[in-house]
C-alpha cells in the first residue's frame, strides 16, 4: 500500500516560538505542532486521519 502525501483538505503551518503551528480550517480544532515545516505536516497528517475516524460516527 502506497503512502498519500495529500491532504484532502486545506492546511496552514505558520512559525510559532520555536516551532510550527499546522492546522486545518475545515476542521475544528484539529491542530498541531512539529519542529520544523515537514514534521508539522507529517503530524498533521496524523491529526487529520485521527480526526475524521473519530468522528465518523
Not at 13 to 27: F, N, R, T
Amino acid at each position: 500500500m502506497e503512502s498519500q502525501n495529500k491532504l484532502p483538505f486545506t492546511f496552514a503551518i505558520e512559525k510559532d516560538g520555536s516551532e510550527y503551528h499546522a492546522w486545518c480550517p475545515e476542521l475544528s480544532g484539529c491542530h498541531t505542532h512539529g519542529k520544523t515545516p515537514h514534521l508539522a505536516f507529517e503530524n498533521l497528517k496524523d491529526a487529520v486521519q485521527l480526526y475524521l475516524e473519530a468522528n465518523s460516527n
